[in-house]
């Protein structure tokens, strides 16, 4: 039976363009096109060996890229008049990326803002104190507060693709065997409560075999959604470390 994963957290091209722009400490005025485009292709293909559906905007947005890193490629156009060679301004084809960019951070702070004042009005009651320690198991998953987003996950999987790819023998027989996704997040969650401690992302996946990899990845990422384990990294582009909740007193529920 396939196994299918939808990422809420994509919010579109524009929200992975900006992830990619903080990240990697870039000037949204004076974006380097080359750059930016290599490390949005290689989330795309990431995201295309998980074999995940891709909407059709990142792919549009993919080829707006190469359209502006063509077009900066091209030699500035000049002109000789009255033996003097007189250069043309013309316009950076990555204006309208630029506004684009901007004016999406701008509804999205907002976004963000006026998300917060929800929730902080949400906090606000006008009648006296109630007993709520009823209430207190079913809100415990509410202090769950991971600083590890979808796309420092999709990243750290890249980075383990990579690896595994250079330290793949140049021969090796495979056998093609299916793997519950259910099963092995029994397996991860076993696996970290023997250990008893956060344990690095990449000691998830002891096997080569890339379906094994990619059903591994699945089941993290499930296994977070599910509140039952933890993941943090203390800096950008570190390692990052699993956990149980239990391990930190939050415990989710299958």
Sequence with gaps: MEYN???DAFEGPLDLLLHLINSLE???????????????????????????????EYLVMAATLLAIKS??????HEEE???QEIEFEEEDPRDELVE????????????????????????????????????????????????????????????LLRRKK???????????????????????????????????????FPYEDREHIVVSFLAVLELMKRSKIIVDQEQNFEEIYVQTAEEVGLIGSY
Excluded: C, W
């Design 5 to 7: 994963v939808k990422i």
């Design 26 to 56: 870039i000037d949204i005025y004076d974006i380097p096109v080359s750059e930016i485009t290599e490390q949005y292709l290689l989330y795309i293909h990431t995201m295309k060996v998980l074999e995940l559906d891709i909407a059709s």
């Design 71 to 76: 077009k900066m490629l091209l030699p500035k």
């Design 81 to 83: 008049f009255d033996n």
């Design 100 to 159: 684009r960019l901007i004016e999406y951070r701008k509804y999205k702070e907002a976004a963000q803002e006026l998300k917060q004042r929800e929730e902080d009005r949400g906090k606000m009651y006008t009648k006296p104190p109630s007993d709520l320690s009823q209430y207190t198991d079913e809100q415990v998953n509410e202090r769950l507060d991971p600083n590890v987003t979808v796309y420092d996950m999709l990243g750290a999987f890249h980075k």
């Design 166 to 204: 250079i330290q793949k023998p140049m021969s090796t027989k495979i056998s093609r065997q299916e793997i519950p996704i259910e099963q092995r997040m029994d397996e991860i969650v076993d696996l970290l409560k023997k250990s008893k401690q956060r344990k690095p992302f990449s000691s998830l």
